[in-house]
């Protein structure tokens, strides 16, 4: 059975910093692009960060230069490094892992950032 466990989510003020977790069960883990998704209310699902099998790592725009993605095969886990965090940060952020046709998802874990 795959299971993808997110943590560390909460509320934040904005500047602040999170380090989500995610930590896989169930699968190669080294096999899988790993990614880090967002979705606020009312919005669609979007990328935040990937980091593939092969070691290279991309973001989109909204984040780069604050959010920073990394995996540790040993652990089977993947990390995201929030910093500066902002109000339109706040979303559920969930984790991916995907491999050829193989597509599983975490439960979300809430980020609100607030003053």
């Known amino acids: 059975q795959v299971q993808l466990v997110e943590s560390g989510g909460g509320l934040v003020q904005p500047g602040e910093s999170l380090r989500l977790s995610c930590t896989a069960s169930?699968?190669?883990?080294?096999?899988?692009?790993m990614g880090w998704y967002r979705q606020a209310p009312g919005k669609q699902r979007e990328l935040v960060a990937v980091?593939?099998?092969?070691?290279?790592?991309d973001y989109a725009d909204f984040v780069k230069g604050r959010f920073t993605i990394s995996r540790d095969n040993a652990k089977n886990t993947v990390y995201l490094q929030m910093n500066s965090l902002k109000p339109e940060d706040t979303a559920v952020y969930y984790c991916?892992?995907?491999?050829?046709?193989?597509?599983?998802w975490g439960q979300g874990t809430q980020v609100t950032v607030s003053s």
């Open positions: 169930g699968i190669r883990f080294s096999r899988y692009n």
């Open positions: 991916n892992a995907r491999f050829v046709y193989y597509d599983y």
């Open positions: 980091f593939s099998s092969s070691g290279s790592t």
